[in-house]
């Protein structure tokens, strides 16, 4: 009986230790959807797009920071981007969104922050904007900033981020895999009653499909019934929104951005942004009342890009069909869900404002759960 028992215990001490750690959900075996991934399974899949972040985690109360995401090396108010934005909800605060659906196009890089610093972020990405070559004589920008409410870790009222925390994120911001979890604008996220934060996964179509990249980037604070890849694991853990008092608040939002490689503009972009909110509905969210999702979505193609002083009265550009979006679509579904995820499994337990506490997602509950039904269904 004893050798037994050593021999289980043996076997099971590499999953309940792994289990400790943080990752993505792939390092634990959980693949979502069944489309390739890109080579970094991250939004920085889509060539020339960068993120950057700054975290602030400053005393006992001080948990928020900026992401910010820029669509290519260029500068982007001379080149613009084909742009589309999708409300799931709006109960939130995204700057700029109705000019890029009059105009159908993106001229600053993106920001995400907590709801009382969009002001902040916007005033950074204008004066980002200004101080560039070839921008001196331009007289208006269209700053895009959008948000989440981290007021339950953060001293959210302080708006301790400054216009140089974000100048620092654009300055450092990288086509290397987005750092996930409790960083940058997701430090003081909670989603689905966990911790929280930012997220990112890529698809990448086969060369018959295309071969065009979706990459995805979440700031997720939002809630539901928490489900990984199709399994309910909120109701298991007994987690959910509206179980108890203490989970009756699912309010917080989820900002998402989505880029792509495909030559689509604005009209067949908002189509994909939409599919990104079945994406979230996947995980379980439920875009509650008082939650602001957003997806911001844009296209690299570099055909499509648009000058600030066109020259030409009538442009031709190369467009897909209508036909070929599905893909596309499927893409979107699959990688908005698995950043989602991927923001649950790498974020820390943190601790803020008022000794207010968002525990990580218990990986050493959740991966057994996941496995054994999985097990079954073979």
Wanted: with cysteine.
């Amino acid at each position: 009986m004893f050798k037994k028992i050593t021999g289980i215990v043996f076997l099971l001490w590499p999953v309940l230790l792994i289990a400790q750690q943080r990752g993505r959900a792939r390092d634990f075996g959980i693949q979502i959807g069944v489309m390739p991934t890109g080579k970094l399974n991250s939004i920085t899949d889509v060539a020339g797009v960068r993120v950057g972040h700054t975290t602030l985690h400053k005393g006992t109360s001080i948990r928020t920071g900026v992401t910010v995401i820029i669509p290519h090396e260029g500068n982007l108010f001379q080149q613009k981007v084909p742009a589309a934005v999708y409300t799931g909800n709006g109960f939130g605060k995204l700057a700029g969104s109705t000019q890029i659906n009059e105009l159908g196009n993106l001229e600053t890089p993106i920001a995400l922050t907590n709801t009382l610093n969009v002001s902040t972020a916007m005033d950074a990405l204008i004066g980002y904007t200004l101080q560039q070559k070839e921008n001196e004589k331009i007289s208006s920008v269209n700053a895009v900033a959008g948000e989440t409410n981290d007021g339950f870790l953060n001293d959210i009222r302080g708006r301790h981020l400054t216009k140089e925390d974000v100048l620092s994120a654009l300055n450092n911001a990288d086509t290397a895999m987005v750092e996930e979890g409790a960083v940058g604008a997701g430090t003081g996220t909670v989603c689905f009653g966990f911790k929280g934060g930012i997220g990112s996964s890529s698809r990448k179509l086969p060369a018959s499909l295309g071969g065009y990249t979706i990459g995805v980037l979440v700031q997720s604070n939002f809630g539901g019934v928490l489900q990984i890849d199709g399994i309910s694991v909120g109701e298991t853990l007994g987690k959910f929104s509206f179980s108890n008092q203490l989970l009756n608040n699912v309010d917080g939002s989820c900002m998402i951005v989505l880029a792509t490689d495909a030559p689509i503009d604005h009209r067949n972009l908002l189509r994909l942004a939409k599919r990104a909110m079945l994406g979230l509905g996947k995980t379980g969210g439920i875009a509650s009342n008082g939650s602001g999702d957003y997806v911001i979505a844009f296209s690299t193609a570099t055909d499509l890009r648009i000058a600030h002083e066109e020259k030409n009265k009538v442009v031709n550009r190369p467009l897909l069909e209508n036909d070929e979006m599905s893909p596309l679509f499927m893409a979107t579904i699959e990688a908005t869900e698995e950043a989602i995820i991927n923001s649950l499994f790498a974020a820390k337990t943190i601790t803020g404002k008022e000794g207010n506490t968002a525990e990580a997602l218990p990986l050493n509950r959740v991966l057994p759960l996941l496995n054994r039904t999985k097990t079954r269904e073979k």
